[in-house]
Every structure is written in structure tokens, then in C-alpha cells.
Nanobody
Framework: QVQLVESGGGSVQAGGSLRLSCAAS????????MGWFRQAPGKEREFVAA????????RYADSVKGRFTISRDNAKNTVYLQMNSLKPEDTAVYYC?????????????????WGQGTQVTVSS
């Protein structure tokens, strides 16, 4: 069982930045593809960013491309999401997820484990 714990959420004004972290409990973290998703009230969970197990491939939703950066530190079993130029529409609960096949999937159903989520609120 892989446990994922997100941190780094909070409240920020539009144009500000936050960095989310997701720490995994497993040493085999380096073999997982990792993704970030978000869910706003009344909306479905949506893909934000993903990174392949090697870190050599990243993917982003069009809505965050150029503003968000996903990265990973396999030595620390941690994946990060640096969020810059935040907008009110980025307000959501952000979840990290682990894909045991190691690919950088954009689809929620391809992820095996999920964190509990961290709230990000961007005010105008």
C-alpha cells in the first residue's frame, strides 16, 4: 500500500505562487509515474500535470502550461508542483497520485493510489 501525503496548499492572491509537495511512503517511488489532479466544488476531478518515473517526460493541462512545473526528487520520494501566476480559477483541492506502471498518464483511472488532497485558494 502506497501512502501519499500532500502539503503546501494555502491561500494566495492572484499572481502569487505556491509549491505543493507530495511525499510517498514507498522506496519504490522511483518506479512510479506521478500526477497532480485538482477538483473544484461542483466539478469533476481534472488532470493538471504528470511526470514519468525517470523524470524525463512531463505533461501539463493546457490551462496550466507555462505557469506550473512538476518535478520529482526520487532520493526524497517526493514530487512537487510549483505553481506561479496563480489565477482564481486555479482554486481547488489538489491531489497527487501514483501510477505503478511508471508512465505520465493524464487519466485518473490509470492511477493506483491517491493522496488526501490539499486546498489551494486564489483570491482576486
Amino acid at each position: 500500500q502506497v501512502q501519499l501525503v500532500e502539503s503546501g496548499g494555502g491561500s494566495v492572491q492572484a499572481g502569487g505562487s505556491l509549491r505543493l509537495s507530495c511525499a510517498a511512503s514507498e522506496r519504490s517511488f522511483s518506479g512510479y509515474g506521478m500526477g497532480w489532479f485538482r477538483q473544484a466544488p461542483g466539478k469533476e476531478r481534472e488532470f493538471v500535470a504528470a511526470i514519468r518515473r525517470s523524470g524525463g517526460l512531463t505533461r501539463y493541462a493546457d490551462s496550466v502550461k507555462g505557469r506550473f512545473t512538476i518535478s520529482r526528487d526520487n532520493a526524497k520520494n517526493t514530487v512537487y508542483l510549483q505553481m506561479n501566476s496563480l489565477k482564481p480559477e486555479d482554486t481547488a483541492v489538489y491531489y497527487c497520485a501514483a501510477d505503478l506502471t511508471g508512465v505520465a498518464s493524464t487519466m485518473t483511472y490509470e492511477y493506483n493510489y491517491w493522496g488526501q488532497g490539499t486546498q489551494v485558494t486564489v483570491s482576486s
